[in-house]
């Protein structure tokens, strides 16, 4: 692949010019043209002016999207605690859309008067209305463990709570959680046809809520795998088709699913299996020295189809609304653990779902599990004990096939097509490439700095394709212009070509609107997302057109019992109606369509001094219910800039006073 | 200047070789290394592979900012109904960071438990909490009419409001409104040593809030214009020395302020003199039309200082909570009005002062007034009559200097160094660039789509800089991957040169995450950011240490008459303290303090189900207060990934129940 033959030239400024003779070469064979220095003199001298060495040029070229031009993939990144996706495209790494998951957002009139409501009040928890998230693992929807392109599902920390996005149109449409658990974190991860979608947990407390004092937390607090059931055809999560796992206090972490020869098996990390609950103010040593005493932690191997069974079979007592497999069932019948050096931190599934890497935090090594091994020891019942809890214990020399010594910080690794393992290595803020086969360490790129997770195209699958890795770094220092002392994110494109070539880093993207946790990245092509909502009138909440749909010339005002009802069209540049006369009290329901099917002719719906802001895609249908309770004169306009004359495109919400 | 040359040739693919030619030819100059094949055969292939032409590689090379190089220039964008400011780098056309100023923004620890809720407080509208803004037009603080890079003034059109944004932080520090109007959008604009930050109105209402029948529109609704006087001292808007003056019931649009030659007053457009009130549904023709009737509206041209002394001379009523110089009063004092046609919404003055350029939104033409002229006319009260509300109405023929034929939609303008303006053409979707003094048109550029303002490099100062151009399109349809209806704005960047070449467009920027409006370009030089607190237990919102700042080795809880006391503080990896005992129904006052001085050394404080999430960023101090209503065991964790060691920075809210 003589493209990538420039690239492992990492010459500097100095000797920029081989670049431009080498290029001149190439002009004298058949087909070149004469000189022309202007033109070359505009190079060099841009080369020179904006100091740009040759390897500059060549990433330059390989990310510049000129206008028009698309590009190859979409990056699906949480957004971490804006509670956002972001969605991104490769290799040009342009922001595209930020998609409103577990924040109210008003561009998007996500959570501003509208039908989505109905979504953050489905997910409130102890009652609360929730109005942010912090979103870790966004995970596609798989079919044969590869991506589909049909669905993402992202998890919030911070509340324990699983949310759906579909990906014909982009938006959220589901939020799902219970009281089981209080907090998660490994997951979202779905199995290879997505059959279910998991959510492992994080911090423990008891189960189902309520309160139980720290002192008891051996006993009383525990964790739980939740495996929400999906339902590829509504594109809905079926809480009543759902149940979960009961777990130790330990804290659980990142999690896979198996594929191919590990298919019907996930596996959980976990930390602090000392059972240290901090304490600091009271004496104690904080959780990140009394989490890190012990060699091993535990990894926990689930036999998810054995689950299922046990369900079916009654084996489960319901808490928190979800039928849950007790810990003491589960052990050694759907549950076992094996140890992990030491404070683990990622588990990756290889492709071919043979082998696990699990890297440990304050380990400088990968371990590689063999899953043939695992089962083989799990049928064999050979176990070197139990833990307290009663859960089997594996023999951990004989449940892995070696180790790779990586470096400082190993924690997330990724796979290309041509047996390479891609590993991040926090401490040394670099990528480190190695050999799965032959656990050897090939190269390792700095990374600028502190980097998380990365992640490789199509790297969670069955079939990845290599090309590009994005090392999601968490401090960017000196990395881009000053913004004051909170400083973006920065998520940096290298390029691994066909995995036999030297990595070079493309292009450093700054991420100043959330602090994303985990990305996905998949080909563009397997995504067919809508340009309109169609029929007129669609409600992309309910999935189908509304039946409050208004329609042009049928536009209606209406009082009711339970209040003013308003059918409006909005179309290039007016509503319909303009003028919305009410009474101070009254209930005011709205229900607003764009009629048109014009792509990109959005209008937006806003009503001043009012929650109210609505982004009304063409097609797109919304309803707003809210009490008129303050006298007075509110403007309400188009928030979208639709036409020349979109200003003129505005009406009069009037309340009058009762006397 | 050879660079540009270059960029004049527009060379599709089938000439590429050219540049490879050129480029050769410098090869044999002084200092030209003999060829090397492999790396010219890797920069053509390159280029055919990704199909980039001679001029994409200029693009590529123009805007391309390497790892650890700085862009030149800061973009500020009004995010529209996002509610935020966008924070951009030039030339890379980077988004550095959103700024949350009315909507709330977690990641940022904004509105969502802080000391941020008293800003949100302070933007209360009719005693509703707000929790989204509609941003239009950023305004930077000028000192002698050129930018100065320490303050950033952003209105919200919906509820009008105006916020200050310190960019010593990045950190919104006010939000000020008052009851006077319901609606904003000629703002913010400042005086040219920000004397006064100057809201706008658009949609007429009855002044200072309250009901009027819209029969009753003529006489009862009105605009008002609002000069916030600004401290620059303190940083902040002072209401108590800020008045307003009264206006008709037009829509009062877009607006500047005179500066060197017309220093001392301020400009603003409107449309809508017919005073349509729309009517749709009660067959009235819409507000487009209704507003589009006659062929000139009225520029509002204010003598600002003279109203100055009007307040000083009591000619004020208090309305809203502030001195409005009556319209009446107002009329032929410190306010005058000349013709403008057609639907005039952009207006700017040209650098000098001397001239404004009005542009119709349904005229082709951009009209030049002269400002002597208008002053002249002033002076000599020479008035072709009054409007309907008694204001003198200047002769137009008289007032202008000429007008330039500029092709459909003509919205905005912005300057260069060298006597060029560029105005965005609306419905051709191009920036024409344009002579000011021949008010002839030199070069048109197709922008992809619609484009409403552009702004240029400085552009709004005493001394544009030229180089670089924005267009903000409103529309992308065909630019970038499908992501669902809900499409990304455009912004393009533009190369303009010293003015004397071609315009070559350079990048294609997709804006996922808002509306921009406007934006202005200041150099980066210009802004000196703070990189961490300084003292430690900073709160940026008093701008001074906290007096509840917490200390290391001094953390404590305490109760007291007012609740429970929580002094803590953050560092890698833990919180100080880390259990929190409290009582069901106990108010909490957590005081908690990021000890750490390192740049970037962000830690997030989130409580499991609550809306609770803080951004502490090195040394900065936040104080939370909330009602431990509900019995059980919430994490707390730090929501930013700190250290290796990150997840193991949590501790527990533990509220036991009232027996």
């Given at each position: 692949?003589r493209?990538r033959?420039?690239?492992s030239?990492r010459a500097?400024?100095?000797s920029?010019l ?5 290029v001149g ?6 087909g070149g ?6 033109v070359?003199?505009g190079?060099a001298?841009l ?8 390897s500059?040029?060549m990433?330059?070229?390989k990310?510049?999207?000129p206008?028009?031009k698309?590009?190859?993939?979409y990056?699906?990144?949480s ?7 972001l ?5 040009s ?5 930020v ?5 109210p ?7 501003y ?11 409130e928890?102890?009652?609360?209305k929730?109005?942010w998230?912090?979103t870790?693992?966004?995970a596609?929807?798989?079919?044969g463990?590869?991506y589909d392109?049909?669905y993402?599902f992202i998890n919030?920390k911070?509340?324990?709570r699983?949310?759906v ?7 959220t449409?589901?939020?799902v959680t219970s009281s089981l658990?209080e907090n998660?974190?490994g997951?979202?991860?779905v199995?290879p046809?997505?059959e279910?979608?998991i959510?492992?947990p994080?911090?423990p407390?008891?189960?189902g809520g309520?309160?139980?004092?720290i002192?008891?937390y ?6 739980a795998?939740i ?11 079926e809480p009543d088709k759902s149940?979960?796992?009961?777990l130790?206090p ?7 699913a198996?594929k ?6 996930i596996?959980?990390n976990?930390f602090n ?5 901090g304490?600091?103010a009271e004496?104690?040593p904080?959780?990140e020295?009394?989490?890190s005493?012990?060699?091993m ?5 689930i ?7 046990m369900?079916a079979e009654?084996?489960?007592?319901q808490?928190g ?7 003491d069932?589960?052990a050694?019948d ?5 140890g992990e050096?030491?404070?683990?931190h990622g588990?990756?599934v290889?492709?071919d779902?043979k082998e696990?890497?699990v890297?440990g935090?304050l ?10 091994k695992i089962k083989?020891?799990?049928?064999a019942?050979?176990f ?6 009663g859960?089997?214990i594996?023999?951990f020399?004989?449940?892995?096939r070696g180790?790779a010594?990586?470096?400082l ?5 990724q796979?290309d097509g041509?047996?390479?393992a891609?590993?991040s290595?926090?401490?040394?803020s670099?990528?480190?490439k190695?050999?799965?086969k032959?656990l050897?360490?090939l190269?390792?790129i ?8 990365i992640v490789a195209a199509?790297g969670d ?6 090309r ?5 770094n968490?401090?960017a ?6 913004v004051g002392p909170?400083?973006p ?7 691994i070509g066909d995995g ?6 493309l ?7 959330g ?8 080909k563009?092509?397997k995504?067919n997302?809508?340009e309109?909502?169609?029929?007129i009138?669609y409600n992309?909440r309910t999935?189908?057109k509304?039946p409050?749909?208004?329609t042009?010339g049928?536009?209606r005002i ?6 003013v009802h ?5 179309v ?15 209930t005011?329901?709205?229900?607003v369509t764009?009629?048109?099917q ?6 937006g719906?806003?009503?001043g001094s009012h929650?109210?802001?609505l982004?009304?895609e063409p097609?797109e ?7 008129a309770?303050d006298p007075?004169v ?6 979208e800039?639709c036409s020349?004359?979109h200003?003129?495109m505005?009406?009069?919400?009037l309340?009058?006073?009762?006397e």
């Amino acid at each position: 692949m003589r493209l990538r033959e420039a690239l492992s030239r990492r010459a500097e400024w100095a000797s920029t010019l081989s670049i431009m003779a080498a290029v001149g070469a190439l002009a004298c064979q058949p087909g070149g043209a004469p000189g022309a220095p202007s033109v070359g003199g505009g190079l060099a001298q841009l080369m020179q002016e904006r100091e740009l060495t040759e390897s500059d040029v060549m990433a330059a070229l390989k990310t510049y999207t000129p206008t028009g031009k698309l590009d190859e993939y979409y990056l699906f990144a949480s957004g971490g605690h804006s509670g956002q996706v972001l969605v991104i495209g490769l290799p040009s790494m342009r922001l595209l859309k930020v998609i409103g998951v577990f924040t109210p957002e008003p561009w998007q009139g996500y959570g501003y008067g509208g039908d989505s409501g109905a979504l953050f009040d489905a997910g409130e928890k102890h009652g609360r209305k929730m109005r942010w998230g912090d979103t870790h693992h966004p995970a596609l929807s798989e079919t044969g463990g590869d991506y589909d392109g049909e669905y993402l599902f992202i998890n919030d920390k911070n509340s324990a709570r699983i949310a759906v996005i579909d990906l014909r149109d982009f938006e959220t449409t589901q939020i799902v959680t219970s009281s089981l658990i209080e907090n998660d974190h490994g997951g979202t991860f779905v199995t290879p046809n997505t059959e279910y979608v998991i959510e492992g947990p994080q911090y423990p407390a008891p189960l189902g809520g309520g309160y139980a004092d720290i002192a008891d937390y051996a006993e009383k607090y525990r964790g739980a795998v939740i495996l929400w059931r999906f339902n590829r055809e509504t594109g809905k999560i079926e809480p009543d088709k759902s149940f979960a796992i009961e777990l130790p206090p330990y804290m659980q972490d990142l999690s896979d699913a198996g594929k191919l020869a590990s298919d019907g098996w996930i596996f959980l990390n976990s930390f602090n299996t000392e059972r240290a609950t901090g304490g600091t103010a009271e004496g104690k040593p904080p959780l990140e020295s009394g989490a890190s005493q012990n060699d091993m932690d535990y990894m926990h191997i689930i036999n998810w189809r054995r689950a299922e069974e046990m369900v079916a079979e009654g084996k489960t007592k319901q808490i928190g609304g979800l039928p849950v497999i007790p810990l003491d069932a589960a052990a050694g019948d759907c549950l076992w653990f094996v140890g992990e050096p030491k404070s683990p931190h990622g588990l990756d599934v290889t492709p071919d779902g043979k082998e696990l890497v699990v890297a440990g935090k304050l380990d400088t090594h990968a371990t590689v599990y063999s899953f043939e091994k695992i089962k083989g020891l799990i049928d064999a019942k050979k176990f070197v004990g139990n833990d307290d809890y009663g859960v089997p214990i594996l023999p951990f020399e004989e449940s892995i096939r070696g180790q790779a010594e990586l470096g400082l910080g190993p924690l997330h690794t990724q796979y290309d097509g041509a047996g390479n393992a891609y590993t991040s290595l926090f401490i040394e803020s670099k990528v480190v490439k190695w050999s799965v086969k032959d656990l050897k360490v090939l190269e390792k790129i700095p990374v600028h700095y502190n980097v998380g997770h990365i992640v490789a195209a199509e790297g969670d699958t069955v079939s990845p394709d290599g090309r590009f890795l994005v090392s999601l770094n968490k401090w960017a220092i000196d990395r881009f212009m000053k913004v004051g002392p909170l400083l973006p994110q920065n998520f940096q494109l290298i390029d691994i070509g066909d995995g036999s070539e030297t990595m070079q880093l493309l292009y450093d993207m700054p991420i100043g609107i959330g602090e994303p946790h985990y990305a996905q990245i998949v080909k563009a092509d397997k995504l067919n997302p809508k340009e309109v909502f169609e029929p007129i009138g669609y409600n992309p909440r309910t999935r189908a057109k509304d039946p409050n749909a208004a329609t042009s010339g049928e536009e209606r005002i209406e009082r009711r019992p339970d209040g003013v009802h308003v059918w409006m069209t909005a179309v290039r540049s007016r509503f319909t109606p303009d003028l919305i006369r009410v009474k101070e009290g009254d209930t005011v329901h709205l229900h607003v369509t764009n009629v048109e099917q014009a792509k990109d002719a959005t209008h937006g719906f806003g009503i001043g001094s009012h929650n109210v802001n609505l982004s009304l895609e063409p097609g797109e249908h919304e309803n707003v219910t809210f009490v008129a309770d303050d006298p007075g004169v509110y403007p309400f306009y188009c928030t979208e800039f639709c036409s020349a004359l979109h200003l003129e495109m505005a009406g009069y919400l009037l309340v009058e006073p009762n006397e």
